[in-house]
């Protein structure tokens, strides 16, 4: 029986996160290829976005260019941000605070764009001011088919759009506090004791992510059919997937290292193992995504016509097919 318990931990497994110059020591031959070639993707993601954000300046007017370089910067953003923690897993916590910071202002951002798209708060309302949208989409009302349907108007999208900001705001100042608890050792990934700091922070983030993501939700789903000329639909497939891959995906990964799933591999334990895939995957997940949305924003597109000029081409286009002779059998 007592060889049941006499189980033997090696050290770096209890130990925090190896420094920089530690991993460096610790690299083999596959290592450095892989940390050779996952640096080069994330300055790649770099350099595209920059000559990226040079074409859109030069094509695109004010301000909607400035709405789609933030959009456009989150993934190269999050892999440079990756590239940083895996290099220097200390540093997970700040690079990590840094990405989702930047993703809270891009979810205000596709609310905004979603409606320049349109010419402006002015143009919109004008478009839409005689409908009524739908506001039981996800994340929160998805399973609400009951709720009426909500006239819109100026106070509307102001509340829209304070839904969205809080998010951004709230976010980067709950951010700053975990970092200053962190650092006076207070704050602990890992603690979920009821009287650990995270415990009640992490829910109080994912309400708020909760909250700013339906309002986007509700502008999508009410106006994506007047925005498929533009290519908006995988426009917003991407920003969900960076959503996606930058939240749920890293949740999942640090919950299986806190659950020593993820096993334990000097220099690294387990939990700084977990961050350093989630770090690693980030990393080719957002070299991909930003291959793809280069090819949705760097064109052009002609500007979406008056509504009265739509009515009368979809009319235009129904009066030619009612007018074609039908074939007798």
Known sequence: MEDEYNVTVDPA??????????VVKDLDVFGICLYAMLTFMSSMCLLLYLEQCVYIYRKLPYP??????????AAPAIATMSCFGMWIPRAVIFTDMVSNCYF?????KMLVLLI??????????????????????????CCCPCLPRVPLTRRMIFWMKVGALQYAILKTALSILSIIL???????????????PSIWINPIVGV?????LWPVAIMFMNTNNKLRSIRMVPKYAMYQLVLVLSQLQTSI??????NGTIPCSPPFSSQARGAMLSQQMMICEMFIIVL????????TYSPLPPDEQEDNLQNHQTCLQDARPKQVV
């Open 104 to 108: 809270a202002v891009v979810v205000y």
């Open 116 to 141: 320049e798209e349109f010419g402006g708060t002015a143009a919109f309302l004008q478009r839409y001011s005689k409908e009524t949208f739908r506001i039981n989409v996800g994340p929160c009302c």
């Open 292 to 299: 793809v949305t280069r090819f949705f924003y760097r064109r």
């Open 253 to 258: 990964i640090n919950i299986l290292a806190l």
């Open 182 to 196: 962190w650092c006076n050792g207070n704050f602990d990934p890992s603690d979920l004791e009821v009287t650990s």
């Open 64 to 73: 909607k260019k400035t709405t789609i370089m933030w959009i456009n910067g």
């Open 13 to 22: 497994c209890l130990q925090d996160p190896p420094l920089a110059i530690d």
């Open 208 to 212: 708020l992510t909760i909250t700013s």
